[in-house]
């Protein structure tokens, strides 16, 4: 089977996150979205999402469409495979998948298939802080999915293991830490590595070639993507891959990006002190959405990164490529390409920022190619508009 996960209005609720990825790239749980439809699918996949994105993430040939913002479990699997030709599966007006041989799109699909009601709840991802409201939910389905008549690697007897909802992939290691799964599974990926004195609490999982540094503090609901170092105290956080979090300092209620860093005792506050529901800043209506949150953290885009004793406000919105240092709490919403702190923001040039960005893709033995540059820059420009200093 062949799929192609399409982005709806969902791509616009989710940014910064999607300025630089479709929706379906977005990681929950252990896995991107993407890769959980495939591997509940068996099937190649592709993209069908904004032109300039399409480059790096294409279509492919395909007659299964499935909305990339929506998660799958085993009922909603049943649904989508038991489509046929021309019918669309929606729920309250959302096209969670079509079947068709025909050019047919998400935006008309309502009007030209025939409708399928689909009844059940499901993992419906709309905006930045449903990534981390979700990821205890679809890390249980993840690792429930993944493990499924698998065993385990052993680990050093060093460690210290509470309850059994436990895996490690081949070539993970740690040693003198403690994994607590009694409220919830932990998985440690392809070469992972635990070092010395961590507690580790579920539900959790560490991806592929990733690290945990010395007594590090990670409470649940948290996921580490691929090819990412960590530190520090960590809590219901999701991390998506070759990003840095590596030294002291607090994440909680947090969505950090790709390619990322955050310098040594940066703190995020999650709760206000008057205990009030917090905001985050809406790229669509351009002023700040109650989430009906209490606690909410940093949202930060991918390339973004922070100096050394950054203090986040709870409800901070840092975009694509974001530089931010300096004394003091800088505003909650950083545009994209900002260049400051709370002294004042300026634009960060995109050939200085280029320039850094080919230095860290060379430190992953990795080059920054013109698919990359091409998207970097397409985002300097579509987001000029927020960058008022």
Known sequence: MKINLFDDKAWLSLRPLTFTRPVADLRLGILTIAEKWAKHLNADFGYLTQDYLSAKYPSVVAEMYI?????????????????????????????????????????????????????????????PEDIFKNNHIELVKDFAFITKGRTSAVLSTTNTFLGDQFFAEEGAKAECSTFNSLQG???????????????????????????IKMGAKIYGQTTIGPHSRIGGEINNAVIWGYSSKGHEGYLGNAVMGQWCNIGADSNNSNLKNNYAEVRLWDYEKESFRKTGLQFCGLIMADHAKCAINTMFNTGTIAGVSANIFGSGFPRNFIPDFAWGGSHGFEVYGLAKMLDTAKKVYERRGMALDGTEIAILTHVFEETKQYRRF
């Not at 038991?82 to 025909?102: E, G, H, M, P």
């Not at 935006?107 to 993992?123: C, G, Q, R």
């Open 67 to 127: 909305n990339g913002s929506v998660c799958p479990d085993e009922q909603l699997v049943n649904a989508i495979t038991s489509l046929r030709t021309n019918q669309v599966l929606v729920k309250d007006n959302l096209v969670i998948a079509y079947y068709t041989k025909d050019n047919i799109n998400c935006d008309n699909a309502l009007s030209k298939l025939k409708n399928v009601n689909y009844a059940s709840i499901f993992t419906h991802i709309q905006f």
């Open 185 to 211: 599974p932990i998985y440690l990926g392809k070469n992972t590595e635990v070092w010395e004195g961590c507690h580790i609490r579920g539900s959790f999982a560490l991806c592929e070639d990733s690290s």
